[in-house]
């Protein structure tokens, strides 16, 4: 069994929930419970009750460039799924919570800060045989006003790795061991999504982010382990301005969450654009 | 017919077939499953067996080990109840077009690639199937 959340040393503990809160808030009208899976079935299959959908393909990506959806459509969603500001949105889902941390990190583009993961996901909520339902639940509509984007400080662009490189900044790869040696395509057991190079970006870490969670019940490990992991084993300091990526931003963001509120590091972006973009370009640097 | 569907309409059909999903029987294969039965790029652990039936049809078989696998056994469904009973160079004529037709824009790309690689084995297996005439 997975020590509490508050004995585990993290730096913003509160980012982070139990399944036993989120049973205690089931029927707790301030909280919004959003399930973010890859396979978008799965919800329909079952999902914790009250909890309400959102599709990281349709419901967050820009569904003609390859980008985010605009303020007008974060308020759209938000307003569909009657949240307000006041609303704390709870994110879990499938892959250990890859697609919830996503859903998440582009949560917070539009400022919404007001959001937290539950621990270990829907594997976590599962074993411990709680409650699903196929019920799809309706909530008033509300009028969500957001704030415009604001990139900045969560995501990083190419231009932003480029100047990052120049700099001498700390970068992570997320990806397994192979696809960051350039002798895998794609990750274990998924195709390739067309990267016409291997390898990774120059001076990254290989710190598969699956290192970062408990494999029986996909629960984070705790502030003392991941620090060894992240900060002892692999040299990166908290303080330094930091880059995840990994194939096109979804690991990395359970990566980017992990460093950002369980250990605190300062200034950490995730560069959704990752290998698929990385290993297409024409000109730049790869290593193998 | 899948393109009729809305989005609402056709999630419910989809998890109708995955509902009926049947997992291969003991009888054809036993866990742990052969690796030259699983479909390659398949992040849902998919596998797939074609029996030869008397009547040069074939019967298609299927499993999929990750319990989070909805899509995949979905279009295992419909493809054992679409291409089972047909002769193997039907079956080996199967177009990866349907995922897009079956699925729509309700998958990603990565995920889409892993169910084309489903019929591309249903396909592969056909063709061998076909060409072996014992």
């Known amino acids: 069994m997975a020590t509490p959340i508050e004995q585990r040393g993290y730096a913003h503990p509160e980012a982070l929930v139990s399944t036993d809160w989120v049973e205690q808030h089931l029927n707790d009208p301030g909280v919004r419970l959003v399930e973010s899976n890859e396979d978008t079935l799965l919800y329909s299959t079952g999902h914790i009750p009250g909890a309400v959908h959102v599709d990281w393909t349709s419901d967050l990506n820009d569904q003609l460039r390859r980008d985010y959806i605009t303020r007008e459509g974060f308020e759209s969603l938000m307003s569909r799924i009657g949240a307000t500001k006041d609303t704390t949105v709870v994110f879990y889902g499938d892959k250990n919570n890859w697609w919830a941390c996503y859903a998440f990190w582009v949560f917070q583009l539009f400022g919404h800060t007001n959001a937290r993961v539950m621990d270990g996901g829907r594997v976590a909520w599962q074993k411990e045989n709680r409650a699903l339902n196929r019920d799809v639940p309706s909530y008033p509509k509300t009028q969500y006003k957001a704030s415009d984007r604001n990139d900045a400080p969560h995501r990083a662009y190419r231009d932003d790795v480029f100047a990052h490189l120049k700099k001498q900044g700390q970068l992570v790869d997320v990806r397994s061991p192979e696809e960051y040696a350039g002798t895998r395509m794609h990750m274990p057991d998924y195709p390739n999504e067309g990267a016409l190079r291997g390898g990774h970006i120059p001076t990254a870490k290989s710190v598969p982010w699956a290192k970062a969670i408990n494999p029986d019940d996909g629960t984070f490990k705790p502030a003392a382990e991941l620090r060894k992991l992240y900060c002892d084993d692999n040299k990166l300091s908290p303080g330094k301005e930091t880059i995840a990526y990994c194939r096109i931003g979804e690991r990395s963001s359970h990566t980017w969450f992990a460093l950002k509120y369980l250990l605190g590091f300062e200034n950490v972006r995730n560069y959704d654009g990752s290998w698929t973009e990385w290993g297409n370009m024409v000109g730049v640097p790869i290593e193998k | ?134």
């Open chain 2, 1 to 134: 017919m899948f393109q009729m569907f809305d989005p609402a309409d056709r999630t419910g059909m989809l998890l109708s077939y995955a509902d009926q999903f049947k997992e291969v029987p003991p009888s054809i294969a036993t866990r742990p499953f052969p690796t030259s039965h699983q479909v390659p790029q398949c992040e849902s652990d998919a596998y797939v067996w074609a029996q030869k039936m008397p009547d040069d049809t074939l019967k298609l078989y299927f499993a999929v080990e990750n319990p989070s696998g909805v899509s995949a056994k979905a279009l295992a469904a419909i493809l054992d109840k679409t291409l089972s009973g047909q002769p193997a160079s039907e079956i080996a004529t199967v177009n990866c077009d349907i995922v897009e037709k079956i699925f729509r824009q309700n998958i990603s790309m990565g995920k889409g690639m892993g169910l084309m690689s489903m019929v591309q084995a249903v396909s592969a297996l056909a063709k061998a199937a076909s060409k072996d005439k014992s």
